[in-house]
């Protein structure tokens, strides 16, 4: 088992930047690719991004790919989501995710999360 636990979000302006961090209880946070997804009002959770177990492979959706950068420190059982170029559609509650094995963007996969972390972007 592992808890999870984001931090880091909170108001930015347009072409901001953002880091969000995600603690992760016990010692098998190494085990475990991680993923970010994010909420926005009225619509589906959707993947953000995913790194595997070493942070060796990442994984982006489109929409944020080279403003966004997933990272990981298994020395400090953490997860980031580093976010620049921040629009008012990223606004949403940001949760990050663990699954044993491989990285992946199916969210159905992931069985553990966290509570979830506000961003929002002003305009």
């Known amino acids: 088992q592992v808890q999870l636990v984001e931090s880091g979000g909170g108001l930015v302006q347009a072409g901001g930047s953002l880091r969000l961090s995600c603690a992760a209880s016990g010692r098998t946070f190494s085990t475990y690719a991680m993923g970010w997804f994010r909420q926005a009002p009225g619509k589906e959770r959707e993947f953000v991004a995913a790194?595997?177990?070493?942070?060796?492979?990442?994984i982006y959706i489109d929409s944020v790919k080279g403003r966004f950068s997933i990272s990981r420190d298994n020395a400090k059982n953490t997860l980031y989501l580093q976010m620049n170029s921040l629009k008012s559609e990223d606004t949403a509650v940001y949760y990050c995710a663990a699954k044993n094995g491989v990285v992946s963007k199916d969210q159905k996969l992931y069985p553990y999360w966290g509570q979830g972390t506000q961003v929002t972007v002003s305009s």
């Open positions: 790194i595997s177990r070493n942070g060796g492979s990442t």
